[in-house]
């Protein structure tokens, strides 16, 4: 592209608020709204859950709702090409997922109630002169 693209792929701010100590029934903990105050979590080791324990194990996140991210693309200037949502992730987000033959992880019950990851495409076209108004050179 020429004036650059961007791809994200992240995890859907939907899923973000299922509590995972309930996460079968899909009952919401968390935010979804943006908001000053971070959810603070507490965790043993990383997300990729590859048994490596961290040595800081307290984290600070915010939400960023959907809009949040569309919005923010556009006002950088960019244009957006895809916008995706998932209902599956590459490792088991949460504990009553199930893993497909695929090798992706699914809720058990009814997927498609709940996005899981999203994917955003978009690219900032080049830059346009409009010659008409372009400065000319002194005779």
Do not use: C
């Not at 004036?3 to 309930?22: K, S």
């Not at 961290?54 to 693309?73: I, P, R």
């Not at 497909?100 to 109630?113: D, F, K």
């Amino acid at each position: 592209m020429p004036g650059g693209r961007t791809h994200l792929r992240d995890v859907h701010p939907m899923a973000m608020l299922i509590d995972p100590e309930t996460d079968a029934e899909l009952r919401l903990r968390y935010p979804y709204g943006e908001r000053a105050e971070p959810v603070s979590l507490e965790s043993e080791q990383t997300y990729v859950d590859d048994g490596t324990p961290l040595a800081h194990k307290l984290t600070h996140e915010w939400s960023h709702g959907l809009g949040e991210v569309v919005q923010g693309a556009l006002d950088a200037g960019l244009v957006i090409g895809k916008l995706e949502e998932h209902h599956y992730t590459e490792w088991q987000m949460l504990p009553s997922m199930v893993r497909e033959p695929s090798g992706r992880y699914v809720l058990r019950e009814a997927p498609e109630r709940l996005p899981l990851l999203l994917t955003l495409q978009a690219s900032k076209p080049a830059r346009s002169i409009n010659f008409s108004t372009a400065a000319k050179p002194s005779p």
